[in-house]
């Protein structure tokens, strides 16, 4: 016999996967970080550095302002590539 999940229950369900997904995740420690390969280190670091664009709404110019001039035209070379 198959059993029926009640309203209450599947509401509460619904709440606590919601909390989960407002609540930030820890960044990754040490050990975690060496264990992943290079793409999806890079694929980490687009996601964080996404995340605070959207949360600063900032442009790329504006991160590009903190780095030494050097660093950004060879970053921008390298997109052009």
């Known amino acids: 016999m198959r059993k029926h999940v009640s309203d209450d229950i599947w509401q509460q369900f619904q709440q606590e996967l919601a909390a989960l997904d407002r609540k930030p995740a820890e960044p990754l420690n040490s050990e975690e970080l060496a264990m992943l390969t290079p793409a ?41 590539n």
């Open 40 to 80: 999806q280190r890079l694929a980490l670091a687009k996601t964080e550095f996404r995340d605070l664009q959207r949360k600063h709404r900032l442009h790329l110019d504006d991160v590009l302002t903190f780095f030494p001039e050097e660093e950004v035209v060879s970053f921008l070379q390298s997109l052009m």
